[in-house]
Structure formats: structure tokens, C-alpha cells
């Protein structure tokens, strides 16, 4: 293993003090050209890499963002990272990626720890249930800003990235109606987030525009994870009588609620029809390929990252909350129930409609 070139044996190899060596590696005094084309010839020479984080740490200010993701094994995070990475590279920033597995307490000790390290602004996508924006209020008040994304906790006025949940949710129950369904259900996620809420929000919308009336027990709360997603869906599908359509408020606890059709022997879409919510890449490919809202994760992940960046230039200045669209991405797991089948012809398998927030920015109140 190679032992790291330090300034001293630059200073040695130039002729001159570390603090001439320091001067011009951090450009934080005027050096006698000379005197700094030798300590840059011994750099190159030497193969001398400075510490960023030091430099950073004596800045106050590194080049580095703090992110903090809700469950990593969640297939729809990595494209949101991923945007975030690619518009932070380009700004010769890197990033720091803290997973939270959920936990509020886990969460907000790494908001805390995040700031030790100096980072230039954080964006995170608050865990369930986490009223962090106290801690998170901590960021901007030491002049560090601060990204929500996808969600954003109790009381946080600051900025954010969100999607068009609402109106992706009506979308798709808008969808089913139209297939014929009347006897709907719903697979919430946890209603202690702002983006599960919005999605309840927006089945509940289009069934009163219908006017259709559902039983209570047709809205099952569970978890955004194909486990919560599955025992949900036998609660409802053992239900008498059973729904004949479930929205699923993300594309995992709809893969659950695919594998509880399939161990009681329902079919999907003749017996029972399944969307989804998020797209994910491979809902194409499953057995039958899910109908879902598509939600733009690699977009969600590089518009924060701008605005982040944006409000580090100084470019903004009163707090703002940015809407993207949805879309309904039509597949094979819906089709007419079973009565209307028999009355009308089998509808078309695959196709997109565009579900366009009201507004695709607004300040925070």
C-alpha cells in the first residue's frame, strides 16, 4: 500500500516551508511565482493528493451534499439518487448517502451528523411518521440549505420537490371506473406521509365524482412493501364480497397483492384487476405487466438537486414547493369485471394518459 505524500515532503522536495506549500495548494496567499511553479512541479511530481474534506473543514464549507433516503432496498429511490448524483457531479459535488431504514430516531441522527461534516446542503426524503423539521430548520438557520423530496415532514415550510400524488391516484381509479369497476379497493401506504395522504386522497376524489360508496374496510393501510402490500390484499380479497379492482399505492405493496391473488387461485385481471403506483422499470415484464402511475424518480432527484444548488448560488430566495406530473401507464393487470365481460368486448392492453398537476411550482405560505 503506497503511504500518502504529505506536505512536509513536498516542502522538502521544493525547497521552501509547509506554509508556502500550504499557500499555494490552497491558494490562501500570495506566493512568489517562482517559489510556487517548484512546490507545483514537486505536487505533480510526487503524485499529492490534498484532502478535500480538510480544505473543506478549513472553508467551513466542503464540496460535499448530505442524502438521506428512507429504504435503500426500495427499487424506486436509486433513480432518485441517481438524478441527484448526476447534476451533483457536474458541480464537481459529491454525494453522501445515508439510508434510514424508516426510522425517524435513525433519521434525524443523521441530519445532526451530517452537519458535523460540513456538507453544503442536504436533501432527504423523510422516513415515515418523522417530524424532523426541527432539525432540518437547524440546517437553514446555520445558512446550509435544505431539500425535502417526495415528502416532506410535519411542519416543514421549506423547499421541496414533490409529485402530482393526488392526481395520479384519481388517474387510476378513474381508470377502473371506467373498466366498469364499482366494487374498489385501496391499498394505502402509511398515512403518516404526506405522499400516502395525497394518494388516499385522490382514490377517495374520483370515487365521490363517480358516485360510488365503498365499505370502510375496502381502504387497508399497510406499509409501502410487498409483505404489507400482501397481507393486505388477502384481508380484502377474502372479503364477502370481495372487490373487484385494488389500487395500490406503490408498485411493491402491488406485487404483493399480485402474489395473494395467485395463492387463492384468482386470476388477474378476469377474476380480480391490480394497479399500481411508481412505474418501477420491470412492472412491464411481470405476469400480467401491472397498470401504474408512473412518477419521475430520476427527474424528482435532479430538479431537487438544481434547486439545491440553486439556493447554495443564491439564486432564490423566498421558500418553494415544485409539482411534477404523473402519468397512468395502461397494461394487462386491468380489464372489465367478470359481469361486464360478458356484456362488452376486452379493452385495449397498453397505452399512457397524462395526469398534469394544476401547478408546477408555487412558494411555500
Not at 103 to 125: F, M, T
Not at 177 to 203: D, Q, S
Not at 274 to 287: H, M, N, P, R, V
Request: proline share 6%; hydrophobic share 40%; net charge positive.
Amino acid at each position: 500500500m503506497t503511504t500518502p505524500v504529505t506536505m512536509r515532503q513536498i516542502a522538502e522536495r521544493a525547497r521552501v516551508s509547509i506554509g508556502t506549500v500550504s499557500h499555494v495548494i490552497n491558494e490562501s496567499a500570495g506566493v512568489r511565482p517562482k517559489l510556487r511553479e517548484r512546490v507545483l512541479e514537486a505536487i505533480r511530481s510526487m503524485g499529492y493528493q490534498p484532502s478535500a474534506l480538510a480544505q473543506g473543514l478549513r472553508k467551513n464549507r466542503t464540496n460535499i451534499l448530505g442524502m438521506v433516503i428512507p429504504d435503500i432496498t426500495n427499487p424506486f429511490f436509486p433513480g432518485v439518487v441517481r438524478g441527484v448524483e448526476d447534476v451533483a457531479y457536474k458541480r464537481s459535488m459529491r454525494v453522501i448517502l445515508c439510508n434510514a431504514d424508516n426510522d425517524p430516531a435513525k433519521e434525524a441522527s443523521y441530519v445532526r451528523e451530517l452537519r458535523s461534516y460540513h456538507i453544503a446542503g442536504l436533501l432527504i426524503i423523510p422516513a415515515a411518521g418523522a417530524d424532523i423539521a426541527g432539525h432540518l430548520r437547524a440546517y437553514t438557520s446555520a445558512s446550509v440549505p435544505a431539500v425535502c423530496i417526495d415528502r416532506v415532514p410535519l411542519g416543514w415550510k421549506g423547499d421541496a420537490v414533490l409529485v402530482a400524488n393526488a392526481d395520479g391516484a384519481a388517474l387510476a381509479t378513474r381508470h377502473l371506473i371506467e373498466m366498469g369497476h364499482r366494487h374498489l379497493a385501496v391499498i394505502a401506504g402509511p398515512l403518516k406521509l404526506t405522499n400516502a395522504e395525497e394518494r388516499l386522497n385522490g382514490f377517495m376524489s374520483a370515487l365521490k365524482e363517480a358516485h360510488i360508496k365503498i365499505d370502510p374496510e375496502f381502504v387497508q393501510e399497510a406499509q409501502f412493501n410487498t409483505e404489507s402490500g400482501y397481507r393486505a390484499a388477502l384481508r380484502l380479497l377474502r372479503m364477502l364480497p370481495r372487490p373487484t379492482a385494488i389500487l395500490a399505492c406503490n408498485d411493491l405493496m402491488a406485487f404483493g397483492a399480485l402474489q395473494a391473488a395467485r395463492e387463492l387461485k384468482l386470476r388477474c385481471p378476469e377474476d380480480i384487476s391490480i394497479a399500481g403506483f411508481d412505474s418501477l422499470e420491470f412492472t412491464k415484464f411481470t405476469d400480467p405487466a401491472l397498470t401504474s402511475v408512473y412518477q419521475p424518480g430520476y427527474q424528482l432527484g435532479a430538479t431537487a438537486a438544481r434547486l439545491l444548488l440553486q439556493r447554495m448560488d443564491g439564486m432564490r430566495s423566498a421558500p418553494e414547493q415544485i409539482l411534477l406530473p404523473t402519468e397512468l401507464m395502461k397494461r394487462s393487470s386491468v380489464a372489465r369485471p367478470p359481469d361486464v365481460q360478458q356484456r362488452v368486448g376486452r379493452p385495449s392492453r397498453s397505452s399512457k394518459v397524462s395526469g398534469k398537476p394544476k401547478g408546477r411550482s408555487r412558494s411555500s405560505q
